[in-house]
T-cell receptor
Framework: DTGVSQNPRHKITKRGQNVTFRCDPISEHNRLYWYRQTLGQGPEFLTY????????KSRLLSDRFSAERPKGSFSTLEIQRTEQGDSAMYLC???????????FGPGTRLTVL | DAKTTQPPSMDCAEGRAANLPCNHS???????VYWYRQIHSQGPQYIIHGLKNNETNEMASLIITEDRKSSTLILPHATLRDTAVYYCIVRFNTGKLIFGQGTTLQVKP
């Protein structure tokens, strides 16, 4: 399978715990995006990387959120001190360049109890 | 906010063409129109995109008006598996996608 993969697919955690999600983009795609989707809403942009550089962060990305792409390949999204409002689907997408089509992974569904 | 307007829901009979409209009256000259769909609990799936000309691929056709203020996604022979939320997106130069509420298409037998 050469598509975007995300792990885990589901995560249940208790409020206050830290969680980390991983995204593996399509091989050789240098752009990687993170989005968040709550129930009944369209996905919302969080941040994106060009290679290992994080070029834009949405104001939705509070101080508790951090994303990395250390070697310009896979990326991780960490949420510290989770809150119930963090419950959502976290989506990753990748593209070859700025003007290229983004392809999405299956998402990680987070439930904060 | 997204710069597109779509009807919240539509129905289509199985085997018939589904025509999904989208208004994007403030689109800039170098912005593309993208269509994605999302089947329940899955990631968005790319369908098609275009700038000025009409486009067709194995999934759908995209008709963009001459003034580029609106477009229509056409699924020529809808099946039950086409039931999904369809998003029309005007793409910013940075590449990030701004999703609206989309249109929920229900294909009925």
């Amino acid at each position: 399978d050469t598509g975007v993969s995300q792990n885990p697919r589901h995560k249940i955690t208790k409020r206050g715990q830290n969680v980390t999600f991983r995204c593996d983009p399509i091989s050789e795609h240098n752009r990687l995006y993170w989005y968040r989707q709550t129930l009944g809403q369209g996905p919302e942009f969080l941040t994106y990387f060009q290679n290992e550089a994080q070029l834009e962060k949405s104001r939705l990305l509070s101080d508790r959120f951090s994303a990395e792409r250390p070697k310009g390949s896979f990326s991780t999204l960490e949420i510290q001190r989770t809150e119930q409002g963090d419950s959502a689907m976290y989506l990753c997408a990748s593209s070859w360049g700025q003007a290229d089509t983004q392809y999405f992974g299956p998402g990680t569904r987070l439930t904060v109890l | 906010d997204a710069k597109t307007t779509q009807p919240p829901s539509m129905d289509c009979a199985e085997g018939r063409a589904a025509n999904l409209p989208c208004n994007h009256s403030t689109i800039s000259g170098n912005e593309y129109v993208y269509w994605y769909r999302q089947i329940h609990s899955q990631g968005p799936q790319y369908i098609i995109h275009g700038l000025k000309n009409n486009e067709t691929n194995e999934m759908a056709s995209l008709i963009i008006t001459e003034d580029r203020k609106s477009s229509t996604l056409i699924l020529p022979h809808a099946t039950l598996r086409d039931t999904a939320v369809y998003y029309c997106i005007v793409r910013f130069n940075t590449g990030k996608l701004i999703f609206g509420q989309g249109t929920t298409l229900q294909v009925k037998p």
